[in-house]
C-alpha cells in the first residue's frame, strides 16, 4: 500500500472515553497533517507535523485533543474525555515538503462517532 | 486569513455533459495556490488540478479544468463529458503565504454533484 492509511475507519465512543486515532503517511513524506470534517462541511486544519516536531497545533479545538509522532512517521491523534461536538471525520494527509505547492495525500479518514 | 465559498450545495448534470461548480475566495497573501478535491462516498479526498495564483494559463487534467479570474477571485471547476463515477462531493481549497503558515489547506463546505444517467 503506497497511500496514507489510518486506523480504525470507525470508532464509536461513549461520552467521557479517550479515543486514539492513528495515521500511516506515505513513506518518506517528511510532513503530516490532521484535519477534522464536520458532517456536511470542508475539513478543517488541526495540526501540523515536519518530521517529529509539531509545528502548528493552532487548530486544535481544546486541550482535550493530544497529537504526536515520536519517530517522524507514524502519528496519533488523542482525544480525551470525548464530547458530542467531537464527532467527526478525522482526516490524516502527507506531504513530501509542505511548501506551498506540494501536494497533500488524504488517507481514508476516521469515522468518530460520540454516543 | 483566508475564505473559500461554495455557493452551489448540490448540482445535476446529465452524463456526457459539461458541469461548472463554482468557487469564490478572498485572501490578502499575493502568492497562494487553489485546488479542487473529490470526495466520494468512501471518505478519501482526492486531488484534481491546481492552479497557482501566478500562473498565467488556466490548469487542465483530462476533463477537468480550472477558469481562474484572478481580478473575481474565482477559481471554478468545469468537468468535461460527465460521468456516473463523477458523483461525488467536490472540495475547493487554497494555501497562501500568511504567517508562514503555507502548508495550512483552507476548505469550503463542498458542493454535491449527481450524475444522472
Known amino acids: 500500500g503506497a497511500g496514507v492509511s489510518q486506523s480504525p475507519r470507525y470508532k464509536v465512543a461513549k461520552r467521557g472515553q479517550d479515543v486514539a486515532l492513528r495515521c500511516d503517511p506515505i513513506?518518506?513524506?517528511?510532513?503530516l497533517f490532521w484535519y477534522q470534517q464536520a458532517l456536511g462541511q470542508g475539513p478543517e486544519f488541526l495540526t501540523y507535523?515536519?518530521?517529529?516536531?509539531?509545528?502548528?497545533k493552532s487548530g486544535l479545538p481544546s486541550d482535550r485533543f493530544f497529537a504526536e509522532r515520536p519517530e517522524g512517521s507514524v502519528s496519533t491523534l488523542k482525544i480525551q474525555r470525548t464530547q458530542q461536538e467531537d464527532s467527526a471525520v478525522y482526516l490524516c494527509?502527507?506531504?513530501?515538503?509542505?511548501?506551498?505547492?506540494?501536494?497533500?495525500?488524504f488517507g481514508p479518514g476516521t469515522r468518530l462517532t460520540v454516543l | 486569513a483566508q475564505k473559500i465559498t461554495q455557493t452551489q450545495p448540490g448540482m445535476f448534470v446529465q452524463e456526457k455533459e459539461a458541469v461548472t461548480l463554482d468557487c469564490t475566495y478572498d485572501?490578502?497573501?499575493?502568492?497562494?495556490?487553489l485546488f479542487w478535491y473529490k470526495q466520494p462516498s468512501s471518505g478519501e479526498m482526492i486531488f484534481l488540478i491546481y492552479?497557482?495564483?501566478?500562473?498565467?494559463q488556466n490548469a487542465t487534467e483530462g476533463r477537468y479544468s480550472l477558469n481562474f479570474q484572478k481580478a473575481r477571485k474565482s477559481a471554478n471547476l468545469v468537468i468535461s463529458a460527465s460521468q456516473l463515477g463523477d458523483s461525488a462531493m467536490y472540495f475547493c481549497?487554497?494555501?497562501?503565504?500568511?504567517?508562514?503558515?503555507?502548508?495550512?489547506?483552507?476548505f469550503g463546505k463542498g458542493t454535491l454533484l449527481t450524475v444522472n444517467p
Open positions: 494527509a502527507s506531504s513530501t515538503t509542505g511548501d506551498l505547492f506540494d501536494e497533500q495525500f
Open positions: 513513506s518518506g513524506h517528511v510532513s
Open positions: 507535523f515536519q518530521n517529529e516536531a509539531q509545528l502548528d
Open positions: 485572501t490578502s497573501d499575493p502568492s497562494y495556490g
Open positions: 492552479q497557482g495564483s501566478y500562473d498565467q
Open positions: 481549497a487554497m494555501r497562501g503565504m500568511s504567517g508562514g503558515s503555507n502548508y495550512k489547506l483552507t
